[in-house]
């Protein structure tokens, strides 16, 4: 006879209801369905005009792939963090931080404009050519997110007053401190834009009004 005492029967029990609790767990693990692995996507956008297709990492930001998968590397990379300003583009006309959006949230035509795009057949952009008038950089490294988020703040409007220009660029920093000179040629550029349009919109109704005659 078996000489059974308390321990030994508690701990059988233990061990065969472990396994028949695992078992059915076990089973079911060579059921499941393989999961999606796939960790890379092929982003399609225009950037500076010019349709691209972009074969990136699913974890690629949008800073990056400009900078190492299209070769455009004028948009620095300053904090990774969306705290400095210094990767600003323009995604289909808004401003963007590119450290802090992914590439793929892009797939599907959006039209990005980096500072290599301000250019137009050879010339610079107005407001290229005020931060060349007013010295409106030193080192140069925050000035293409400057240029981008200037574009972006003459494009929305918010050149009322300089008080106003601060507020709207508050959000990219010039170590350099040439934070006075920036505003004052994003001004310029802004009235110069104001000019030029009224200028076209009057040359516009001299035309029409020639043509009555």
Not at 111 to 127: A, F, M, Y
Not at 179 to 185: F, G, H, M, R
Request: proline share 2%.
């Amino acid at each position: 006879m078996v000489d059974l005492n308390r321990r030994t029967f508690v701990g059988a029990s233990i061990a065969v209801g472990g396994v028949v609790a695992t078992a059915p767990l076990l089973a079911g693990c060579g059921e499941d369905q393989p999961a999606n692995t796939a960790t890379s996507s092929v982003v399609r956008v225009r950037i500076n005009g010019e349709a691209r297709e972009i074969a990136v990492d699913n974890r690629t930001s949008l800073l990056d792939m400009l900078r190492e998968r299209a070769d455009l590397t004028g948009t620095k990379k300053g904090c990774d963090q969306g705290a400095c300003g210094a990767c600003t583009i323009l995604v289909d006309g808004q401003r963007v931080i590119s450290c802090l959006t992914l590439a793929v949230m892009h797939d599907g035509g959006a039209d990005i404009t980096t500072i290599e795009g301000l250019e137009h057949n050879g010339r610079l952009h107005p407001l290229q050519q005020a931060f060349i008038d007013e010295d409106a950089f030193q080192c140069g490294y925050c000035t293409a997110g400057q240029l981008m988020s200037g574009v972006g703040c003459i494009k929305e409007g918010h050149t009322g007053s300089p008080a106003e220009i601060r507020e709207w660029m508050s959000g990219n920093i010039c170590r350099c401190g040439a934070y006075t000179n920036i505003v004052t040629a994003v001004a310029n550029a802004a009235r110069n834009a104001t000019t030029l349009r009224g200028l076209s919109s009057t040359t516009r109704m001299l035309t029409g009004c020639a043509s009555d005659i």
